[in-house]
T-cell receptor, first 115, second 110 residues
Framework: GAGVSQSPSNKVTEKGKDVELRCDPISGHTALYWYRQSLGQGLEFLIY????????KSGLPSDRFSAERTGGSVSTLTIQRTQQEDSAVYLC?????????????FGSGTRLTVV | GNSVTQMEGPVTLSEEAFLTINCTYT??????LFWYVQYPGEGLQLLLK?????DKGSNKGFEATYRKETTSFHLEKGSVQVSDSAVYFCALGPASTLTFGKGTMLLVSP
C-alpha cells in the first residue's frame, strides 16, 4: 500500500483481557518495527523484524507481549492479560532494510486504553 | 549505548518567531541523525535528516546541521507558523533500531 496501515486506530479494553494490534507495512519493506509511545516518555522500542531473520525482541517489556510477522508482511502485536500501564499509543514503522539511513515510515498508531 | 537528549517543552512562540530545539546525542561510530514531526492525531513523519558530519538537512523551512564536534543536531526555523505546532523528535541511526529522544512540543500562537 501507499503507507503503513495500523488497525484499530483506537482500542479500549478491560484489564486482564488480551488484545491484538495489526500493522500492514509498505509493500516491499522488509524491516518492520513496533514502538510504544507513552505520555511524556517518548518512543520506546519494542520489537524489530528483518526479513526471515529471528526478530529482535529486546524491547518487549514483559512476557505478556509478543509479536509475529506472517509471510514477511503483516505483523500482529499481542498483549495478554492487559494492565493499566499498557495504555499507550502503539506505533508501527517499516523501512527498506538496505536503506535504513533514510529512516522509517510510521503508521498513525493504535491508541490502547486499558480500563 | 546510543542516546538522544532533547530540550524539554513545551516551547511556546508567536507566529514568525525564530525557533531552536536543541538535540544532543551519544553514539558509537558515525550515526545518521533525523528529526521527525508528529502533528496532532497523526503518526510520526520524517522531517529531515543528515547522514554525516557537517551535513545540513532541510525541509519546509526547517534546518539542522550535524555537528560531530559538539554531538548536536539542533533544529531551527527562521519564522514559525501556527501550522508548525506539533511534537518534534530527534533520532539517531542507522542501527537495527532508531533511538529517539522524548520529543519537544512546539506551540505557535497567532
Amino acid at each position: 500500500g501507499a503507507g503503513v496501515s495500523q488497525s484499530p486506530s483506537n482500542k479500549v479494553t478491560e484489564k486482564g483481557k488480551d488484545v491484538e494490534l495489526r500493522c500492514d507495512p509498505i509493500s516491499g519493506h522488509t524491516a518492520l518495527y513496533w514502538y510504544r509511545q507513552s505520555l511524556g516518555q517518548g518512543l520506546e522500542f519494542l520489537i524489530y523484524f528483518q526479513g526471515n531473520s529471528a526478530p529482535d525482541k529486546s524491547g518487549l517489556p514483559s512476557d505478556r507481549f509478543s509479536a509475529e510477522r506472517t509471510g514477511g508482511s503483516v505483523s500482529t502485536l499481542t498483549i495478554q492479560r492487559t494492565q493499566q500501564e499498557d495504555s499507550a499509543v502503539y506505533l508501527c514503522a517499516s523501512s527498506l532494510a538496505a536503506d535504513r539511513g533514510n529512516g522509517y515510515t510510521f503508521g498513525s498508531g493504535t491508541r490502547l486504553t486499558v480500563v | 549505548g546510543n542516546s538522544v537528549t532533547q530540550m524539554e517543552g513545551p516551547v511556546t512562540l508567536s507566529e514568525e518567531a525564530f525557533l531552536t530545539i536543541n538535540c544532543t546525542y551519544t553514539a558509537t561510530g558515525y550515526p545518521s541523525l533525523f528529526w521527525y514531526v508528529q502533528y496532532p492525531g497523526e503518526g510520526l513523519q520524517l522531517l529531515l535528516k543528515a547522514t554525516k558530519a557537517d551535513d545540513k538537512g532541510s525541509n519546509k523551512g526547517f534546518e539542522a546541521t550535524y555537528r560531530k564536534e559538539t554531538t548536536s543536531f539542533h533544529l531551527e526555523k527562521g519564522s514559525v507558523q501556527v501550522s508548525d505546532s506539533a511534537v518534534y523528535f530527534c533520532a539517531l541511526g542507522p542501527a537495527s533500531t532508531l533511538t529517539f529522544g522524548k520529543g519537544t512540543m512546539l506551540l505557535v500562537s497567532p
